[in-house]
C-alpha cells in the first residue's frame, strides 16, 4: 500500500466513525435527487458514493438518461459543498442491445457534468458487465476509471486464490482508482460476506503487495470496531 493511500469506512447513521477513516463510502442506491441531497448533507466527512444496485433499485437504471441527469444534479450540487471523492457505479446487465457503449457513454455524461471522478465496479456474476477476466482488461483500455471489488473478483474466479493473486499482480501495475477490500466464506454451498477480512477465506497476507490504489474501501461489518480491525490486520501482514 503508498503511503498517500486513503482509507474508507463503509458508512451508517446509527455506527461511530472511526478517527483512521479518511472518508465514508456513502450507500445512494434507489434514492432520487432529492434524497441523495438529503443524506449527503448531513454527513461531515470526504465520501465516496455508492449508486444504485440490486439489493434496492435496478442496476439497468444506469443506462437511463434521467437517472444519469438526477446522479449530475445531485453530485453537482453536493460538490460545491462537501468534499465527494467520487462516485462508483455498479454495471447492467449484458443481455441489452449495445449495452457496453450505451453504459460508458452515460459514465463520461455524469463525470463531465458533475466533475466528479466515477468509478466502475466490477461485478461477480457473468451476467453482469465487467464480471469476466477479460471485461477488466478491455476496461483498462479505455479511459474510464476502475474500481477493483476483491471478493467479487475472487468469486467470478471461481475461488482459485492462485488465479487471483496474478490478476491482482497484473491489476497492481495498472491505474485502479478505488479498491473494495473485504472478505467472503461459504457454507453448504452459499457464499457470505464476512464479517472482518481475517473471518474469510481471501487470504490478505499474500495479497498485500497487491493491493495498490488511491483509495480502499472495507466492506465489512461491525462499524467502527469491524473497520479498524480489518484495517490494522491488512496493516500488519
Not at 58 to 73: A, G, V
Not at 78 to 92: C, D, E, F, S, Y
Amino acid at each position: 500500500m503508498k503511503a498517500n493511500t486513503m482509507f474508507g469506512q463503509m458508512y451508517n447513521k446509527s455506527q461511530k466513525i472511526s478517527e483512521l477513516a479518511d472518508y465514508l463510502q456513502v450507500s445512494i442506491s434507489g434514492l432520487r435527487e432529492h434524497e441523495i441531497i438529503e443524506k449527503c448533507e448531513k454527513i461531515d466527512y470526504p465520501m465516496i458514493l455508492h449508486g444504485d444496485w440490486e439489493n434496492k433499485s435496478s442496476p439497468n437504471t444506469i443506462l437511463d438518461s434521467s437517472r444519469c441527469d438526477e446522479y449530475i444534479n445531485a453530485l453537482g450540487e453536493l460538490a460545491r459543498q462537501k468534499n465527494i471523492l467520487g462516485l462508483t457505479l455498479h454495471p447492467p446487465l449484458r443481455n441489452i442491445d449495445d449495452v457496453l457503449p450505451t453504459f460508458l457513454t452515460n459514465v463520461r455524461t455524469i463525470e463531465d457534468g458533475c466533475g466528479v471522478p466515477v468509478f466502475v465496479e466490477n461485478r461477480s456474476n457473468d451476467k453482469y458487465l465487467i464480471s469476466r477476466k477479460n471485461d477488466i482488461e478491455k476496461l483498462i483500455e479505455s479511459e474510464i476509471k476502475l474500481c477493483i471489488d476483491v471478493p467479487q473478483l475472487y468469486i467470478n474466479l471461481k475461488y482459485d486464490m492462485g488465479a487471483l493473486i496474478l490478476l491482482m499482480e497484473y491489476l497492481a501495475s495498472c491505474k485502479i482508482y478505488e479498491l473494495h477490500i473485504g472478505n467472503i466464506r461459504r457454507s453448504n454451498n452459499r457464499t457470505m460476506v464476512a464479517q472482518t477480512i481475517p473471518n474469510g477465506e481471501i487470504d490478505f497476507s499474500i495479497l498485500k503487495p497487491h493491493i495498490k490504489a488511491p483509495h480502499l474501501t472495507f466492506e465489512v461489518f461491525g462499524g467502527k470496531n469491524g473497520f479498524e480491525s480489518s484495517l490494522k490486520t491488512l496493516q500488519s501482514y
